[in-house]
């Protein structure tokens, strides 16, 4: 695992690479603000007080309440456009890795769309579910890393083994590896927790998932 890790790191710089991580940055972005954005008008659009400044005090909090959760969730959306940047990422690291694989067969567009949109609504879902944690501020950053590590690593294990192997096949792979894809997935989860880091994540993810993929594979 920690050679993958260090040979993502190595290539993440690289040119072929640096193109991939402007889109990555910018769908990033686009996410945090539309999470932003989003939850933003949601919680201003709900009434909680009669009085006025009690309803201030109310919408106050709820603008800090936006930012803390925005921050949280916009990664998690990120992850969501995985797809888009899939196949060049994984290609990037199979030609200077691993040449003598044939071309990968790719993962087909009903395939890739149905999981993304999984992911999505498991997202919204468990994340809507943690809510009640923050009444017990410690309770939710460990809550959101352990639930969040196991969608994050059953999605880009699911999302890199499908470009090569059947969808059977990719559920064996995860649940022989089930222990290592959970660590790798809380590790995704923490590093989207870190400012800047977690705007390449999603990239250099990718790049260990694929060595990972091909390790399990032999």
Request: charged content about 10%.
């Amino acid at each position: 695992m920690l050679q993958a890790i260090a040979r993502a790191i190595d290539q993440l710089f690289t040119c072929s690479i640096l193109k991939l991580l402007g889109y990555c940055v910018a769908l990033s972005v686009l996410c945090l603000g539309a999470a932003w954005f989003g939850i933003g008008w949601l919680l201003t659009q709900t009434t909680l007080f009669e009085t006025g400044w009690l309803e201030s005090t109310g919408d106050l909090l709820g603008w800090a309440l936006t930012l803390v959760l925005s921050w949280f969730l916009f990664p998690m959306l990120a992850t969501v456009f995985v797809g888009l940047f899939l196949e060049p990422v994984a290609n990037a690291v199979e030609r200077r890795h691993y040449p003598g694989l044939p071309p990968a067969p790719g993962l087909p567009l009903l395939t890739g769309l149905g999981a993304s949109l999984r992911f999505l609504a498991l997202v919204l879902l468990l994340n809507a579910a943690l809510l009640p944690t923050l009444l017990f501020a410690p309770l939710y950053p460990i809550a959101f890393v352990l639930v969040n590590g196991l969608l994050l690593g059953r999605e880009y294990s699911d999302l890199v083994a499908l470009r090569r192997v059947d969808p059977r096949t990719a559920k064996a792979l995860r649940q022989r590896h089930g222990a290592e894809i959970l660590a790798l997935g809380i590790g995704t989860a923490l590093l989207n927790m870190v400012p800047l880091a977690n705007f390449v994540a999603p990239v250099l993810v990718t790049m260990v998932f694929v060595h990972r993929f091909e390790a399990w594979r032999q």
